[in-house]
């Protein structure tokens, strides 16, 4: 059973249509994150689900109930905004008990409410300071707390780490994803950042131009990406796209990739679908996550699928963890992960063994995986 | 502040900048003159201004000409001196500022955070109201004033004050709420405030500065109005500036110059205090937006 249920939604602006017909369902405790380049329509999107703005047509369903029609005070929703959206005027306690004063909640019982999240989220110190006295993260965690205060049914998070510094980032990120496994509650988050999306979501829902291009559990969307479009946006270094010929082989089906001297690589699938039969002979896009190409010894564990190939390294970037190695593919560049102790060197021809076990093939014309 | 005081500051020898402030001076003096020859010759005997130096301080202080001006002097029919028309202003000043503040707020909060279509050309038809020279809506209002009834009285004077005023005070809100986060009423709509909550719970506390200019500007417009005054008012509506206009131009008797002199600084006097109390927020004010922080 879904708990929010956003269906054919569609949302014009005048002339331009920033969502076309979006479909998105998420289970009762849930984390959804909308992710997509800016002007994707993501915020837009939340934007409609907090009832800030109206909807074009399509519907909206919180606990099974229609929300389109309902002013977003009455929808049961807390939100967080990317500037925070502190009231300026008012003193952290007062910020966080606004909105139940709004509602007609006694005084008692707010400031015992307050004290509790604020108790949760060790801001105590805080609360008789006004927000032009806080720090970014201080002025973030009042903004969460302000949204728990609410204990609504959905929270809504619009790119709520995008002001804070690298560092502080990670650590709120962890701190949202305790703070979810704790309350259990149904959040919806919007952000542009897909290593954000790939580590806090159960759903993410990926958008391009208001249009929906794939929905699934972070795996999903890594994994097996519905288009170039999401093999490119999500990951990074992101998915090596490289154009190759499919072709039958010994009875299977093989991607050939064109080298430098004209003669051709030969790599087989692995347990190719049935739908990339009617590709044989023809060209499509080889898509590989830059884990898959490394330079370890064929000898491993899964060796099955892996498969040697031979490329010229132009420059190794080292990581710490790991060391990223921009190297020639089928006439492109792209990149491998290879460990922080390779010896791979700039300029040099390597030995690289390719992972096919997790290799996406794509349609070059539409753009759609095989 | 300071700190950029110091980073913009051209850094200049010292000639330079005694020639600079030598300038300056003489600016300050050249301005303060006049203000300086009234105060002198408002505390003299007629005759001292008459026999002798207009820039001397007086010989014999006497604050005699400053009780005629306030409530002996003949001013139409009465004795009245000024008093009576400085409450007049008084009456007419007040309820005209607090009314145009609060529209012009009200109307910079709609056309900003709840825009509608056809918003700007609102707003630009409102600007326009800022260029129409009084001239041209005398005898408009002077019909407008008499189908509702209002004609001489002191609210007639409020309500012309109040809409020539709408278009300057809807400038000053609007362009100051433009920059107000819009986040901030998303914020309040979740948290169930409504459009006037909103208003005045979350946008006027944080219009301090801009509340100031608007009040500094239609203080002094509307105080030291004379034309809608003239045109508008009756003899027991007249504001303070008609009233010193009459003492002062009155054809018969003596010029009794000291008496001018003191009511001209007592028609001054409610200006000068507003901005010393709330000039050092009028420049902030005009600043806040332009600098960030």
């Known amino acids: ?370 | 502040m300071a700190a950029n005081a110091v980073e913009t500051a051209v850094r200049t020898g010292r000639l330079t900048r005694a020639l600079i402030y030598a300038a300056l001076l003489v600016f300050a003096v050249y301005y303060l003159l006049p203000l300086f020859v009234m105060m002198v010759n408002s505390f003299k005997e007629l005759d001292e201004i008459r026999g002798g130096n207009m820039l001397a301080l007086p010989e014999l202080v006497t604050v005699a000409p400053w009780i005629k001006a306030w409530n002996q002097a003949q001013i139409g029919v009465q004795p009245t001196g000024l008093a009576p028309y400085f409450l007049n202003s008084i009456k007419m000043v007040v309820p005209a500022v607090i009314i145009s503040t609060l529209l012009g707020a009200l109307n910079g909060y709609v056309l900003t955070k709840w825009r509608f279509r056809g918003d700007t050309l609102v707003f630009a038809l409102m600007l326009f109201a800022c260029f129409i020279p009084f001239q041209i809506v005398l005898i408009p209002m002077a019909r407008v004033l008499g189908f509702l009834g209002i004609a001489g009285t002191t609210w007639g004077l409020v309500l012309v004050h109040v809409v020539y005023g709408l278009g300057f005070t809807t400038l000053f809100f609007r362009n100051y709420y433009a920059a107000f986060p819009t986040e901030l009423v998303k914020a309040a709509q979740i948290d169930g405030a409504n459009f006037l909550r909103i208003f005045y719970r979350i946008l006027l506390p944080s219009s301090g500065p801009i509340i100031v200019v608007t009040v500094i500007w239609q203080f002094t417009n509307v105080w030291n109005d004379f034309l809608f005054g003239a045109s508008f008012s009756d003899f027991d509506s007249q504001p303070m500036t008609v009233a010193l206009n009459n003492l002062v131009s009155s054809s018969t008797g003596v010029k009794e110059y000291n008496v001018h002199f003191a009511g001209a600084i007592l028609a001054a006097i409610p200006t000068l205090l507003v901005y010393i109390v709330a000039g050092r927020y009028f420049v902030r004010g005009l600043m806040a937006g332009a600098v960030k922080g």
């Open chain 1, 1 to 370: 059973m879904s708990f929010l249920v956003v269906s054919g939604l569609e949302k014009r602006f005048g002339a331009v249509e920033v969502l076309k017909g979006i479909d998105i369902s998420v289970p009762r405790g849930g984390f959804l994150v909308l992710v997509g380049p800016s002007g994707c329509g993501k915020s837009t999107l939340l934007n409609t689900i907090a009832g800030l703005e109206t909807v074009t047509a399509g519907e909206i369903l919180i606990d099974g109930a229609r929300v389109n029609e309902l002013h977003p005070s009455k929808r049961d929703i807390a939100m967080v905004f990317q500037s925070y959206a502190l009231y300026p005027n008012m003193n952290v306690a007062k910020n966080m008990s606004f909105g139940m004063e709004m509602r007609g909640v006694p005084r008692a019982e707010r400031q015992q409410v307050v004290a509790r999240v604020a108790s949760m989220l060790q801001i105590e110190d805080l609360l008789h300071r006004k927000p032009s006295q806080l720090s970014g993260g201080q002025r973030q965690r009042v903004a969460m707390g302000r949204a728990l205060v609410r204990d609504p049914k959905i929270f809504l998070f619009d790119e709520p780490l995008s002001n804070l510094d690298a560092k502080l980032r990670v650590e709120m990120r962890t701190e949202i994803q305790k703070l979810h496994q704790r309350l259990g509650t149904t959040v919806v988050y919007v952000t542009h950042d897909q290593i954000e999306a790939m580590t806090l979501a159960t759903v993410i829902a990926v958008l391009k131009d208001g249009v929906l291009q794939q929905v699934g559990s972070p795996a999903e969307i890594y994994n097996t990406p519905a288009n170039i479009f999401v093999a490119d946006f999500m990951g990074s270094p992101s998915m090596n796209l490289v154009p190759a010929r499919l072709d039958r082989a010994n009875g299977a089906l093989v991607v050939g990739l064109e080298r430098a001297d004209g003669s051709t690589t030969m790599l087989p699938l692995h347990r190719p679908s049935a739908s990339v039969e009617a590709f044989v002979d023809r060209d499509v896009i080889l898509g590989l996550r830059p884990e898959s190409i490394d330079d370890t010894p064929a000898a491993d564990a899964d060796g099955a699928h892996r498969h040697p190939l031979e490329a010229h390294v132009e420059v190794t970037q080292p990581t710490g963890a790991d060391t990223l190695a921009m190297i020639r593919l089928g006439g492109r560049e792209a990149v491998a992960r290879l460990r922080a102790e390779t010896g791979a060197r700039a300029g040099e021809r390597r030995r690289f063994m390719v992972d096919m076990s997790k290799a996406v093939l794509f349609d070059p014309e539409t753009e759609e995986r095989l």
